[in-house]
């Protein structure tokens, strides 16, 4: 099948990792193959479709971002003078 090079690299394309040049040789190659574009829909698809379902099972309740947020939260020290 053509393309099939370029299959196992398609989940690193689509989450921007490869190095600028192989993502060119990627982008460039999803445009003109068929397969590999049909290929970059469906898991594209089913990343918006897991990331949706995820969202809505694992939301952090309120107490819990207020934690998270308290122990992020920077805190100024006093500024120390030299005598």
Known sequence: M?????????DTYLDGEPPTEEMRELDAHVRSCR?????VLNRLQLKRVVQASAAKCYLPTTEFRERIQKSVTIRRRPAFRWG
């Open 2 to 10: 053509p393309g099939d090079e370029w299959q196992p690299k398609i």
């Open 35 to 39: 397969s590999c574009a049909a290929e």
